[in-house]
């Protein structure tokens, strides 16, 4: 094996194999996958191929991998490497979201930074099962990750910042960089907008997609060591702690980043991929870690280049790793103490307290969240307490809500009455106190809704209203009434878009609306939107839900050139009568939405443009219940029926020709109810089920010169 100061040459000479082995034009790499999996494992090793083509990286590199060398001389040598001294880090994850399943919940985050203290401190007990000719070999490295409690500009927070923006899911691959994704964290989350710096915490970014990789990070350089992009760890949802989107298999890609972080390349050396014959050439810098070609599942007798292999180790790809060993300790804590890329600030005293890493918090803020605000008569909605720090004690409110209070930290409560409240909390711990109370929090409405509505905004005097709920995800700029404008009338919907963060979320959600007494349905509305320059990616999505907004579906996506109805301007973008265009989306995609709790829902991601109006939203199908005027105050009971419905109703002025008919759903008449003409009062007719199938049956009320068609429903 080669010695630790030949590090750079060992380097520089992979990026020779990784551009023979290697085509750039392909997407994802199969040969750097894990056995079962669709990602690649990890590809910090492919980011430095490729930074390896600048040559100003390459001269930094060459002197910082010389500065980490000489650093583990000094450790050897003055016995810094003694047992007891523990370096401290502090580390804050960045959740990039889109409002999915990669929002993954604090508990899964705790859960992650568990097990990654439990592998660097030797406390995990699967390392007592290593392989005979490793017993002995897994080492504590002494290296401590800590939440930081304390943001740059000295406020308190939880150690978890959170993003909304459809960055989250950056599906290139050959040309990601993740600058984007940290573009999006810095400008839009939702604790400290700014620069994290890399010197004082360690940044995890936690992402849907990051360039077809499951994890990366760059090695110590002081080649731009200060930008977050360059010096922090990606890593997907899906393989961040054991629990929630994780799971135990994928739960130790951390670990395994970590080690990148602190200098540790794959055990198989830092060439293209684990698997190679041309591996068992190129070594990793660290003397007690044997050559290997590097593996994809847990094969332990894996011994292709002449001697067996560190399998179990967390560098390898292996589904089984459990250890690292004293070489690599010296290695990362080299990286940890030396001058480079700022590592050595992390863990002094004065970082630690500025961070509030340095195990004295306390209570300093109560908090909560839940999955949705917006819930249907009877649902029941599961509170969790996002309080920091470490609370002992939980006293919540729940005014609407049984139970009305409740003691326990994460609690299940049901809401059985329409109406908008607030939820109360105070956490107690050994440090103090803190109360939070969220006025119009959670919003109940009505499981059978409104008739389908003609909304113009013209008779509504705010938004949020009665009808429109908005869920302004960070806080900012979001839909809000106004009258600068509009399609028809007076009134519409609008975000001032030139006000708001790149990557923001804003959405516009109706109440429930009874569409189950229509045959079909349609939705239309007028919008109105211009850019402040071609680059500008913003979109408007429509989505409906059948269920009141338990599961939504997207049924219009509105972006680009269709999204636009005004020449780009820099200015404050105010349509003229002119600047309008009509969207809709026909009955076909809505046939599966005829509910009675049927919910529809305005979403725009701001991607750079200016502001967005939206007006005249139509929610109605071609045969509703209100619409012939001569059938007043109709009634069909009982409906669903058994064996007989009665159908009354009254007209207002004689009608000579009416025809009641009812109907198979293909139009076919099944039977002629009545037909005749009928006086001013009300009218009362029966029709035998019995003969009929179970199913549903049409209704069809004419007055000769209208139709009202109503469903029948047959047991």
């Known amino acids: 094996m080669f010695k630790i100061v030949s590090t750079s040459i060992v380097f520089f000479s ?21 056995e079962g ?47 007891g001294t523990v370096y401290k880090i502090p580390i ?20 992650a930074l568990r097990i990654l203290n439990r592998d660097y401190r030797l406390q995990n007990a699967d390392a007592n099962n290593v392989v005979s000719a490793f017993q002995g070999m897994p080492t504590d490295i002494e290296i401590e990750f800590v939440l930081a409690t304390i943001a740059p500009n000295g406020q308190c927070f939880s150690g978890i910042t959170r993003t909304m923006s459809p960055r989250t899911e950056d599906t290139e691959t050959d040309n990601y960089d993740g600058e984007d994704q940290v573009n999006a964290i810095v400008n839009g989350n939702d604790v400290y907008q700014g620069i994290w710096d890399p010197s004082k915490y360690l940044n995890i970014y936690i992402c849907k997609s990051i360039g077809g990789a499951a994890g990366y990070t760059t090695y110590p350089s002081n080649w731009n060591s200060g930008d977050m992009v360059w010096n922090g760890i990606f890593v997907l949802h899906n393989y961040v702690g054991s629990i929630g989107t994780s799971s135990a298999s994928t739960s130790r890609t951390l670990t395994h980043e970590c080690g990148h972080w602190l200098n540790l390349i794959h055990p198989w050396g830092n060439s293209n991929n684990p698997g190679l014959a041309s591996n068992c050439s190129i070594d990793d810098g660290v003397s007690d870690t044997p050559n290997t070609k590097g593996v994809t599942s847990c094969n332990l ?69 839940v999955e949705t605000k917006v819930v249907c008569v009877g649902t029941t909605i599961d509170f969790t307490d996002d309080s920091y720090h470490n609370p002992t004690s939980w006293s919540w409110t729940f005014q609407g809500g049984t139970p009305s209070s409740s003691s326990t930290q994460n609690p299940s409560i049901t809401y059985n009455t329409p109406g908008i409240y607030p939820v109360s909390l105070t956490v107690n711990g050994s440090t103090g106190s803190a109360s939070e109370t969220k006025t119009q929090y959670i919003k109940v409405v009505s499981e059978t809704g409104i008739p389908p509505i003609q909304e113009g905004f013209e008779f509504t005097n705010t938004i949020p209203s009665n009808n429109w709920f908005v869920e302004n995800l960070d806080n900012g700029v979001t839909w809000e009434l106004t009258n600068v404008a509009a399609a028809s009338g007076s009134n519409c919907v609008m975000i001032n878009n030139s006000q708001n963060n790149e990557g ?30 071609s680059s500008n990616s913003d979109r408007l999505l429509v989505k409906v839900s059948n269920n009141c907004g338990q599961t939504w579906n997207t049924k219009k996506t509105v972006s680009g050139g269709v999204l636009e109805t005004a020449p780009n301007t820099s200015g404050n973008f105010v349509p003229d009568a002119t600047q309008w265009k009509t969207a809709t989306i026909n009955s076909s995609s809505l046939v599966n939405y005829l509910d009675s709790d049927f919910r529809m829902k305005f979403i725009f991601e701001h991607g750079g443009g200016n502001n967005i109006y939206i007006d005249n939203i139509n929610i109605s199908g071609p045969v509703s219940i209100d619409e012939n005027e001569s059938f007043k105050e109709l009634s069909i009971y009982p409906n669903p029926a058994k064996d007989e419905v009665n159908v009354t109703f ?7 020709a009416i025809r009641i008919e009812l109907l198979d759903l293909t139009g076919k008449v099944l039977e002629s109810v009545y037909e005749g003409g009928l006086q001013l009062g009300e009218h009362q007719f029966q029709v035998n089920t019995k003969k009929y199938a179970a199913g549903m049956y049409i209704l069809s009320f004419n007055d000769g010169e209208n139709t009202k068609l109503s469903k029948l429903i047959i047991e």
């Open 301 to 369: 007798s894996e011994s292709s280049c002449g001697v067996l292999a560190n399998v179990e180790n967390y560098m390898d790809y292996s589904y089984c790793s459990k250890m690292f060993t004293a070489g690599q300790r010296t290695r990362m804590r080299a990286a940890i103490t030396s001058s480079v890329a700022g590592r050595s600030n992390l863990w002094k005293t004065s970082n630690l307290n500025a961070t509030g890493a340095n195990g004295n918090a306390g209570i300093c803020k109560a908090d909560f969240s």
């Open 650 to 656: 009254s007209v207002e002025n004689n009608q000579r």
């Open 37 to 83: 999996e669709h990602v690649e494992y990890c590809k910090t090793h492919k980011f430095y191929a490729k930074m390896m083509g600048n040559a100003d990286f390459v001269q930094q590199n060459i002197l910082d991998q010389q500065a980490l060398a000489q650093q583990e001389q000094v450790i050897e040598q003055e016995n810094l490497n003694k047992a």
């Open 92 to 111: 804050v994850f960045h959740v990039l979201h889109n409002g999915g399943s990669e929002n993954i919940s604090r508990a899964q985050i705790m859960d």
């Open 504 to 533: 923001s979320i804003d959405e516009l959600e109706s109440t429930t609306i009874t569409l189950d007494l229509n045959l079909s349905a349609t939705i239309s509305f007028d919008y109105a939107f211009a850019k402040k320059n």
């Open 14 to 34: 992979s990026i020779l194999l990784f551009s023979q082995t290697h085509d750039h034009s392909s997407h994802l790499d199969h040969s750097n996958m894990r």
